[in-house]
């Protein structure tokens, strides 16, 4: 997905969206953005509205599920060298088994 932020001569942003949030919310939506390292509240709100932005707990998941991936290649690289290839799916199915409604989890939330 191109960043939402490269403007070209085709669309230029002139249309103001007004939200009302709370002091809180304000808030948290600055913590927010701050942890994303992005200065602008409306840039954050944009880009977390238009799914550019994953939530952390998606960014942790995802950073579980890579390494996990890597252990699973691991064990399967190790299984080949000794000789145990037999085990190859069962290991697969086990471990695809195991993630599928995580990875279900986060593919439907984005």
């Known amino acids: 997905m191109p960043d939402i932020d490269d403007r070209t001569q085709k669309e230029k942003r002139t249309l ?3 939200v ?3 002091k809180s919310e304000l808030e948290k939506l600055k913590e927010l953005a701050a942890q994303a390292g992005i ?5 954050y709100t944009r880009r ?3 799914s550019q932005i994953l ?4 960014r942790a998941t995802i950073r579980q599920l890579t390494l ?6 691991q064990i399967v690289r190790r299984a080949h060298q000794d000789g145990l290839t037999h085990l190859e ?3 697969y199915r086990l471990v695809f088994d195991t993630l ?11």
């Open 16 to 18: 103001v969206l007004s």
């Open 55 to 58: 939530a952390s707990s998606d």
């Open 20 to 22: 009302r949030v709370s």
């Open 68 to 73: 996990i991936g890597n252990n699973l290649n």
């Open 39 to 43: 200065k602008s509240v409306s840039t």
């Open 100 to 110: 599928a409604p995580a990875i279900r989890r986060v593919g439907h939330d984005h």
């Open 48 to 50: 977390r509205g238009l």
């Open 89 to 91: 799916d069962e290991v």
